[in-house]
């Protein structure tokens, strides 16, 4: 099994650009990011700064977001929303270029909150017509964009709560480099029978996420069976990378433990 660090939720007792360096020297060789500027469109010395601190630390990028607004606030992604597409689509090349730049080869894109007042038929037309422009700058880049489920209970607002849901969206958009970013903290803390799915649907995942639940801590901290899991994966023939995204119970450095378990 491949694991990487997603360095916006681990390590971030550090500065960005040191943690790089602080998941290689974990023992990991690829990392991942939500998008890790306050801009869209940063100026190329921050973009070029990110470039030189994966690259001198050795390890790959194999995930990065598109921009999804100010995650901190609350904003989960800009795809469906009116006030924030054009601002996905400033970002939509900056990301791409980002990501062929370090051989990135999947790249995320939330969905974003529903707007009150707007059909949701219109927000979902909104967030076709992106994410076919996002799939079309992926390609270029040999990339593929994934569309992940969130859990209701953190992200109320979020209107793709299944794997069912993502499904649709991704089956509606068409286009054959857009898959399924498979969280499995997410979708389990929405009932879903994650082994069930991986047998099920593997082939459409474009990445997979972890956190035990409940407290979105580190395997083992919580109640998922993730040596099945992690068996699961393997058997169902997954070849690519499984991102932490957990929040660990201490520092980021003495949380991975469970690897060795």
């Not at 995942?205 to 069976?225: C, E, L, N």
């Amino acid at each position: 099994m491949k694991f990487d660090v997603n360095l916006s939720i681990l390590f971030t007792e550090l500065p960005l650009l040191e943690r790089p360096a602080a998941a290689a020297k974990a023992g990991f060789d690829a990392v991942e990011l939500w998008w890790p500027f306050a801009a869209p469109c940063p100026a190329d010395r921050e973009i070029d700064a990110l470039r030189r601190a994966v690259e001198e630390a050795g390890v790959r990028l194999v995930g990065l977001n598109f921009d999804a607004g100010d995650m901190a606030a609350g904003e989960r992604g800009l795809l469906s929303r009116p006030d924030g597409s054009a601002r996905f689509q400033a970002n939509v090349e900056v990301a791409a270029g980002l990501a062929g730049a370090l051989g990135c080869r999947v790249l995320n894109a939330l969905y974003g909150n529903a707007v009150a007042g707007l059909p949701p038929e219109a927000q979902r037309e909104l967030a076709l017509s992106n994410l076919s422009l996002a799939a079309k700058a992926a390609a270029g880049v040999g990339a593929t964009v994934v569309v992940e489920a969130l859990n209701s209970h953190e992200n109320p607002g979020y209107p793709i709560t299944s794997s069912a849901a993502a499904f649709e969206v991704i089956d509606q958009v068409g286009a054959g480099n857009v898959a399924f970013l498979a969280d499995l903290y997410h979708l389990h803390r929405m009932g879903e029978d994650v082994l069930a799915l991986i047998d099920t649907s593997v082939h459409r995942f474009g990445h997979v996420q972890i956190a035990d639940d409940p407290g979105r801590g580190q395997p083992g901290s919580g109640a998922m069976p993730y040596d099945r899991i992690f068996e699961r994966l393997e058997t169902s023939g997954y070849r690519g990378h499984v991102g932490l995204e957990y929040r660990p119970t201490g520092p980021s450095a003495e949380s991975f433990g469970w690897r060795n378990a």
